[in-house]
């Protein structure tokens, strides 16, 4: 079990601690206090040498857990739900960010650039997200990349809401992809997810990430989700993936950069 740090490289972002300027402060940040890997923020690749930024994960002996791609959808309006060059646009930065795992050695998230969907249209979009992502699971499989399709709460998306329904997507619609992985973000379970163990037992050897945020998506210790238990259970199903947190900066910043490497410490211990 590993644990990672949200770290963005070009926009600013509720979940990372740094300023994309202080990029590499933050990279010291997660070294220092403990962590093994940085999950990062990349939106698209116009200013962003991957290898370099290989070199400075390296430096501090760091990995990278895994590429966050949600920014593009906001920033551009671009998803796997819209349609000619919106669609092209998202399908071509998917394959982007495949190639920067490759560097990176990280898996990929697919968050909110899948689409937001539209209510009463689920099946509809399912079938019709499904097809937009063929050409990018096969592009996937050919590099050896893990693609993460997120669980995310019914009041940001209509489409893979808990972790049964993205398990669901990728046995029955994507065809069981041995590059498709779930990630579970226990902000998002509080709300869909109120059975944890069921939860972690229908996703299996699918669960490949986990991000860490309190019930009300602040840091962790600051709600009411019961961490240790849920940990726990993970180490009893041997999990070996990275735990990223993923959470907003509060209470405080200064909250967020001095009590995560304690959380870090007592989550190994158990």
Sequence with gaps: MKFSGTITLQYSTIFSPFQPEEYTEGLDWLAESGFDGAE?????????????????????????????????????DISLLHEGDALKKAQKRMQQHIDAAVI?????????????????????????????????????????????LEAINRYETTLFNSALSVVDFLEKDMGNPACGGVLWDLFHANIE?????????????????????????????????????????????????YLSF?????????????????????????
């Design 40 to 76: 990062l923020c990349i939106s698209n690749y116009e200013n962003v040498d991957v290898k370099e930024v290989k070199k400075e994960l390296d430096k501090r002996e760091l990995g990278c857990s895994t590429i966050s791609t949600g920014q593009a959808r906001a920033l551009e």
């Design 104 to 148: 990176l050695g990280s898996k990929v998230t697919l968050g909110l650039l899948r689409g937001l969907g539209t209510p009463g249209k689920e099946q509809e979009e399912k079938k019709r997200l499904a097809e937009n992502l063929d050409t990018v699971f096969d592009y996937a499989e050919q590099k050896g990349v893990t693609i993460l």
């Design 193 to 241: 997810d109120a059975q944890y163990k069921e939860a972690i037992d229908c996703m299996g050897d699918k669960l490949r990430h986990v991000h860490l945020a309190d019930s009300n998506r602040m840091f962790p210790g600051y709600g009411h989700t019961d961490f240790f238990s849920i940990v726990k259970e993970l180490k009893k199903r041997n999990y070996q993936n």
């Design 246 to 270: 993923e959470c907003l900066n509060e209470p405080s910043l200064a909250i967020v950069r001095n009590e995560s490497g304690r959380w870090i410490e007592a989550l190994r211990r158990l």
